[in-house]
């Protein structure tokens, strides 16, 4: 991913939930093994993962790039 295209803490985002879309804001990059969200995230450097809360639940969940899709 480039350098450009990375999301950024506070961007708007929305991605596939299993009630439809759902909608909320990056609350952080991650680029190293840890936990977050209640599970352990194999992220890198090189293949971030990002931790995001719903507008909907206030609840956090951590997907990667892919499956994001940035908001105007």
Known sequence: ??????LRKGDRVSWRS???EAHGEVE???TERTEAAGRTVA???D???YEVRSDKSG???V??????DKED
């Open 47 to 49: 293949e971030p993962q």
């Open 43 to 45: 992220a890198s450097p």
């Open 1 to 6: 991913m480039a350098e450009d295209d990375r």
């Open 18 to 20: 299993h009630g439809g």
């Open 28 to 30: 952080r990059e991650i």
């Open 63 to 68: 997907h990667k790039p892919g499956a994001l």
């Open 59 to 61: 609840g956090r969940a």
